[in-house]
């Protein structure tokens, strides 16, 4: 009589086949080097992050004057401040809407007050995104 046939746990057994699943950081960033449908979605992470340092840079560089730094910054504050009161539902998203409004218009004020040459000495990311920032905060030359 034959021995009945064992198991083999943890033998690997033939190498399975590997599906591809679309979407995902790595399809982004494919699509974005290729200028494909995901260039905008992968790039906005890495502005977002720029726009980050060039707000610290013009914060921190003694060339631009303390009012542009200060009102712009109490103004946002102020805003944001008021979306925590307690409101119904219809005027917490007014609220809201009317604080990202008012944080875009700050942003944009300190960066007219800091000037070209500030921002574009400040400037860390690519000339898309430089080009990008000053047509938003409607900076000149």
Known sequence: MAE??????????????????????????????????????????????DVILLGKDLGLDPRVPARAKLEPLLTAAAAWVSVRWPAPGAARAARRAAAVVVAAWSARRFLREAGYERIYEAWRGSELGLATILALAGVER
């Open 4 to 49: 009945p046939a064992r198991s083999a746990v943890g033998v690997p057994g033939p190498p399975r086949a590997r599906r591809h699943v679309g979407g995902g950081t790595n399809a982004s960033a494919r699509a974005a080097e290729a200028g494909g449908w995901g260039a905008p979605a992968a790039a906005m992470p890495r502005l977002l992050g």
